[in-house]
């Protein structure tokens, strides 16, 4: 049987909140289940290294320009 394919999303992964949790769910979900990785919308931040260590993939959708990104849906 396949694993399931998992994204957890975030709009960065700056110390916060909302960016522990979602570090918190992606190092704690079963991984023989689960085929997890991580998005920040925006950029990197404090615990994108500590995902990378873990083995868990993080793909950054910001080319780096200040504003909003109308097309940040078709890039997902």
Not at 18 to 31: C, G, K
């Amino acid at each position: 049987m396949s694993k399931a394919k998992l994204i957890q999303i975030t709009h960065d992964l700056n110390i916060g909140g909302l960016q522990r949790i979602v570090v918190e769910l992606a190092r704690n979900i079963d991984r023989e289940k689960f085929d997890v990785s991580v998005c920040a919308l925006r950029e990197g931040g404090a615990f994108e290294g500590d995902l990378l260590k873990e083995g868990i993939p993080v793909f950054k959708l910001s080319d780096g320009r200040k504003g909003v990104d109308y097309f940040t849906f078709w890039k997902l």
